[in-house]
Every structure is written in C-alpha cells, then in structure tokens.
C-alpha cells in the first residue's frame, strides 16, 4: 500500500467538526466528516467504501455543497492504484 502523503485542511477540518456537531447534518454528511477528521493528520487515506459514497455524492444533485465539499476533500485523499 502507497503512504498518502495529502492531509485534510484546516477548513475542511473545520467543516467537517461542525458537520459532526451538526443535529441537522445528514448521516452521509457525517460519514464523509468523520473521514476527512480521520485524515486530517495521520497517514491514512480513504477506504474503497467512503471513496463510492464520496464518488455518488459528488455525481448527485440533491446534496449541499458543504457536503460535496466534503467528498472532493476525501476522495481526493483516496488510493490511487485502486
């Protein structure tokens, strides 16, 4: 497995804590949340699973941007060789 160099922003980081503090945040919201806090200072990068809910997100209209920002910032974290 490749070491994932990239790290989550602070602004996401911050997006994404409000995310998971949110009552009104969706549950794919915080799923997507809770990867990019994940990666937000380790080695760790997305997982086969968040990068297919990350990939939908992205391709649909019904979400937020908040949220599409959220995918952009994980699947951009995701393996490259999968």
Same mark, same amino acid.
């Not at 997507?32 to 990939?55: C, D, F, N, P, W």
């Given at each position: 497995?490749?070491?994932?160099?990239? @790290?989550?922003?602070?602004?996401?980081?911050?997006?994404?804590?409000?995310?998971?503090?949110?009552?009104?945040?969706?549950?794919?919201?915080?799923?997507?949340?809770?990867?990019?806090?994940?990666?937000?200072?380790?080695?760790?990068?997305?997982?086969? @699973?968040?990068?297919?809910?990350?990939?939908?997100?992205?391709?649909?209209?019904?979400?937020?941007?908040?949220?599409?920002?959220?995918?952009?910032?994980?699947?951009?974290?995701?393996?490259?060789?999968?």
């Amino acid at each position: 497995m490749t070491k994932n160099t990239k @790290h989550t922003s602070p602004r996401i980081a911050t997006l994404a804590s409000e995310a998971l503090q949110s009552s009104s945040a969706s549950q794919v919201q915080k799923s997507l949340a809770a990867s990019a806090l994940a990666q937000s200072a380790s080695g760790k990068q997305t997982g086969a @699973h968040m990068e297919e809910v990350a990939s939908r997100v992205l391709r649909s209209e019904k979400y937020s941007e908040d949220t599409k920002e959220l995918a952009a910032s994980v699947l951009s974290q995701s393996n490259k060789l999968r």
